[in-house]
């Protein structure tokens, strides 16, 4: 573990981080190259995740020389994606307790993430969260979206916060990648769905958002 900053800010991706969505991604993004006979791979999964979801699909359709185009691609798992939601939307388990742990220490938090802040929004109001983030930042917000700098140089600009005392807490390689770019104490957690991502040179990675590490960096 490298040296730890005063942290004075917490940043949090979403999918993976706050929500367990990650399955219901590889879900609906599984479905959609079923119908095209291929699977959606761990491997594919550990390349694309925390990209933006055009993106992604523009990945996927390459890899696997797909004839639709990325647009359809993306647009179709969306609507898989979506149809999940009213009944599969969970919170990751210790998520809350981070968040509420940083605002009872009255840390600026925000949340960075790579999906329409549409369905962010109707996301995280399921669960009353909006309101505890100082600033949502999302793919909307971006010209360059994840592993580009420009999502977490803006997060730290909205909250107030020098990047080298903001925590992020990310589970992708892309997102890692973003938040190390942007000059941010970075750490990356371990769940169900990234077993296969190699981390960048974050300062640890997490066994998950209950992890004691997590826990003592934000007080």
Do not use: W
């Not at 942290?7 to 706050?18: N, P, Q, S, T």
């Not at 939601?85 to 809350?96: F, I, K, V």
């Amino acid at each position: 573990m490298t040296a730890v900053p005063r942290i004075a800010a917490v940043v949090f991706d979403m999918d993976g981080v706050i929500f367990d969505t990650e399955k219901l991604y590889f879900a609906a993004q599984d479905e959609v190259l079923k119908r095209r006979r291929h699977r959606f791979t761990p491997k594919l999964a550990s390349e694309i995740m925390g990209m933006p979801g055009l993106l992604a699909m523009g990945h996927v359709k390459t890899s696997l020389g797909l004839d639709d185009p990325a647009e359809t691609l993306f647009e179709e798992s969306q609507v898989l994606f979506q149809a999940l939601l009213p009944t599969e939307l969970q919170l990751m388990d210790g998520a809350l307790e981070l968040l509420e742990a940083a605002r009872a220490r009255k840390l600026p938090t925000a949340l960075a993430t790579s999906t329409t802040r549409d369905l962010a929004m109707t996301m995280l109001s399921a669960f009353d969260l909006p309101r505890r983030f100082d600033a949502i930042l999302t793919f909307d917000d971006v010209t360059h979206g994840k592993p580009h700098p420009e999502m977490y140089e803006k997060a730290c600009e909205a909250i107030g916060s020098h990047p080298a005392e903001t925590l992020v807490i990310e589970d992708s390689l892309n997102g890692a990648t973003s938040a190390l770019a942007a000059g941010c104490f970075t750490v990356g957690v371990r769940h169900e769905h990234n077993q296969e991502v190699v981390f960048p040179p974050v300062a640890f990675v997490a066994e998950s958002m209950k992890d004691d590490r997590l826990k003592r960096l934000i007080g």
